[in-house]
């Protein structure tokens, strides 16, 4: 006798299969993104761990070095040595050692390493550059405020009025000490920098071009501020010095004025959101 399936059920059980065979396509889905993810991470170079372990070498170094606080939860984070670990504990150290960075503290230590006989100034060229600028600064502030041409009446007259060599030798006593003014605040920077490890290689780009804007400034500052002096009778030949002295050592004080009254005239003009 023969027996007639149900639909029904014969819908039922397709519908289930169809449903097992969807969590299994998921569930496989999901392990495959699983060993992704695993192959991913083990795929970290060994150059990766090993740069990772000398940078937090190298601070654990400069912090004891330096009398600065180590948080004790780093040490079982390096003893286990673990990727994730060792990132940790690096973060941990970046904040212990701040406002020094892994890249400053490298850069002190190729320097202490490279020839350990030679002085800091020696092994420092951007300092000992500095120094040969002060120097010729100095030079040329003696040389042209030497020069008869270079007196208060000449400094009265200012860019738009003096001309030929008395312009030049006038332009070169205020760029003179304008420059004197920015190698003082660059020498003084760069000492603290020292002092905290925060010196970088890129800094030397940096600290030319301010040298280039501290002249700049010295020369903008003597020549223009004098506009808004009431009795122009009393700019002499040392309130213009003073100008282009405080013109050049405050040239980033000066420049961040600058750029924050751009920033504001900027933002008359842009929409809000």
């Known amino acids: 006798m023969e027996t007639t399936a149900n639909p029904a059920i014969t819908a039922s059980k397709a519908t289930d299969n169809a449903s097992n065979t969807t969590r299994e396509t998921s569930n496989a889905t999901i392990s495959n993104d699983a060993s992704t993810i695993d192959k991913s991470f083990k795929s970290v170079s060994p150059e990766l761990k090993d740069a990772i ?29 673990s990727f994730d670990n060792l990132i940790h504990a690096h973060n941990m150290l970046c904040v212990n050692v701040a406002p020094a960075t892994p890249k400053s503290i490298n850069y002190i230590f190729e320097l202490n390493e490279t020839d350990k006989e030679k002085s800091l100034i020696t092994k420092l060229p951007l300092v000992r550059n500095l120094i040969i600028m ?19 009446a000449s400094l009265d007259l200012g860019v738009m009025q003096n001309q030929g060599l008395s312009l030049v030798l006038n332009l070169g006593y205020l760029a003179a000490i304008s420059g004197l003014g920015v190698v003082f605040y660059l020498l003084k920077d760069i000492t603290t920098s020292v002092k905290n490890g925060t010196l970088i290689p890129e ?55 600058l750029q924050g009254i751009i920033n504001k005239i900027k933002g008359l003009f842009t929409p809000t959101n």
């Open 53 to 81: 372990t000398h940078e937090i070498n190298q601070m654990m170094a400069f912090a004891i070095h330096n009398g600065k606080t180590i948080n004790t939860d780093i040490i079982p984070l390096i003893q286990k040595e």
């Open 134 to 152: 002060a120097v010729i600064f100095l030079l040329a502030f003696i040389l042209t405020g030497q020069s008869s041409q270079v007196n208060n």
């Open 203 to 257: 800094d030397s780009i940096y600290y030319v071009a301010l040298i280039v804007l501290g002249i700049i400034s010295g020369l903008v500052v003597s020549e223009i501020l004098n506009v808004y002096i009431s009795d122009a009778d009393k700019i002499d030949l040392f309130n213009k010095s003073v100008l282009a002295l405080i013109g050049g050592f405050s040239t980033d004080a000066i420049f961040s004025v």
